[in-house]
């Protein structure tokens, strides 16, 4: 590795970082920023309409959270205005 490449490389590391040391949302705290239920968040979730990176699965009981800079910036792309309606039976699949 060259010196750059290894400056490179903890740059990239620092703003992982940082990017992961911000609090991650709760989903009542989503719905207040989407303006919908607590329980359209959830459908949400299960239908698959948030792009990667945005919704985080803690585990079975603590539920999901969410990042708040992919939130913000998905929500400036456009967020739930760029989404197709799915028909009722079609869902996408989620990476948990």
Request: no cysteine.
């Amino acid at each position: 590795m060259t010196w750059l490449q290894v400056k490179a490389f903890f740059r990239r590391l620092a703003g992982e970082i940082q990017i992961m040391s911000e609090p991650l949302l709760r989903v009542p705290a989503t719905a207040q920023i989407l303006d919908v239920s607590p329980n359209m968040v959830y459908e949400l979730i299960r239908r698959g309409v948030f792009p990667p990176g945005v919704v985080i699965k803690v585990s079975p009981k603590r539920g999901f959270r969410f990042h708040p800079g992919q939130l913000s910036a998905w929500l400036a792309s456009g967020g739930l205005q760029n989404q197709t309606p799915l028909s009722e039976g079609s869902e996408r699949v989620i990476a948990a």
